[in-house]
């Protein structure tokens, strides 16, 4: 009889977004005459730049010519797109060769699929609230995790502590779903920590783009000693709207070897055994997106997102509530006021305010008492949902 993988018993039920649409499908049949306003999803709402639907629609149209059809790819990806993201690392100063780059269909598999190349006898540690796939991922093949906790106090930024112990380190800057974003300091106490216990830290910088402040870093290999310990993952989904395009890339340094053994050199056999790669048009869009023309359309759709960002959280100072995010990230996590829970404060601003987001407490426990609020929305929607929870709050 096929045994199955008991594990994937030990992987809650994700009740977030069901429950989240549940109470939203309600509300609006109660209540016709409102118009809800969704601050709680994290997918882009801005089109593709047209310089990348360009070069999607040449990419298409050589595919139905006999001279210009192309079949399987490597793997890897084609070399014009992996030279444009070494060269895109140039712009921060960090140099990485383009067999370190491995093009993919976005984070989100690579950062499940990269588990594949440690054994399971590994501790993880895991922020905590967290981007719930490093959590899952490792459950289903039943891994000892150790939570980091984040809080008011470090500024949801968890730190190495004497004492902590574990392998394989999962880092997100700007952080899903806290916004909060690591200075040099505090990535350079990761990577340290990590070199002194042969650690890998996984980092995600899939949030990269939304970073304006000079002072902080975009890659960790913009940290010495980084490319000893750290594999990075990055993606297009927010940063260029890629999200039902699909394609992200993951950096591992040809420095990274752990017993004897090539990271990179096991990414490379993972992939090209169990990945056929991302496909030539999807390439070409994002070959698009690294051109300084892209470059420039794409940053016009990040500084609407942040300007939304920063009207969500000029709106929180004003009202006194407590926030890390929203400068440099899309996303604001805020302390729910009037020492309510996640879910007291979701009820309350979707019944009060038809305004919806995302309840703390669905990304860990350290997430109970705050909230997630978006800046994937239209500038007219963050206007008028600031106003109502404004006006709500200042209601006596
Ligand atoms: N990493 C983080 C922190 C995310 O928030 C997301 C998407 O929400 C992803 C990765 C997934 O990215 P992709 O669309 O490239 O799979």
Do not use: H
Not at 194 to 214: H, Q, R, T
Not at 298 to 315: H, L, S
Not at 323 to 330: A, D, E, H, R
Not at 336 to 347: A, R
């Amino acid at each position: 009889m096929a045994k199955v993988n008991k594990n994937y018993k030990n992987v809650s039920e994700s009740y977030l977004f069901s429950n989240i649409a549940k109470r939203v499908n309600d509300f609006s049949k109660t209540n016709p005459d409102k118009t809800i306003i969704k601050m709680g999803i994290g997918d882009v709402t801005k089109p593709l730049a047209p310089l990348v639907v360009d070069a999607m629609k040449k990419a298409a149209a050589e595919m139905g010519n006999k001279e210009t059809f192309r079949g399987y790819g490597p793997e890897q990806g084609y070399s014009f797109l992996k030279e444009k993201i070494s060269d895109y690392y140039k712009t921060m100063g960090v140099s990485i060769d383009s067999d370190e780059v491995f093009v993919s269909d976005g984070a989100k598999s690579d950062v499940a699929n990269l588990t594949d190349i440690f054994a399971n006898d590994n501790t993880i540690i895991i922020p905590d609230p967290v981007y719930p796939v490093y959590l899952d991922s490792n459950i289903m093949l039943g891994r000892k995790v150790v939570f980091i906790d984040g809080n008011k106090q470090n500024g949801f930024l968890p730190l190495p502590y004497d004492g902590l112990q574990g392998d394989i380190i999962y880092l997100c800057s700007p952080n899903n779903p806290t916004g909060a974003v690591y200075d040099r300091d505090g990535l350079k106490k990761w990577v340290d920590f990590a070199n002194a216990n042969g650690a890998v830290i996984l980092y995600d910088a899939a949030y990269e783009s939304f970073i304006k402040d000079k002072s902080l870093p975009r890659s960790i290999y913009e940290i010495q000693g980084a490319k000893e310990c750290a594999i990075e993952l990055c993606s297009l989904s927010k940063t260029a709207g890629f999200t039902g395009t699909r394609c992200g890339y993951t950096i591992v340094p040809k420095a990274l070897v752990r017993e004897d053994m090539s990271l990179n050199a096991m990414w490379f056999r993972r992939q090209s055994t169990k990945f056929n790669g991302v496909s030539y048009i999807v390439q070409r869009g994002a070959e698009a997106v690294f051109t300084p023309e892209g470059q420039k359309q794409n940053q016009e759709n990040i500084e609407y997102y942040a300007e939304n960002a920063e009207i969500i959280a000029r709106t929180l100072t004003d009202l006194g509530i407590w926030f890390s995010g929203g400068i440099n990230s899309p996303y604001v996590w805020l302390k729910c006021p009037g020492g309510m829970s996640s879910w007291e404060f979701f009820d309350f601003l979707l019944n009060n305010a038809a305004v919806v987001g995302t309840p703390g407490s669905g990304f860990g426990k350290c997430g109970e008492g705050y909230f997630r609020l978006t800046a994937f929305n239209t500038r007219e929607n963050t206007i008028e949902a600031m106003d109502r929870i404004k006006r709500l709050l200042t209601k006596k």
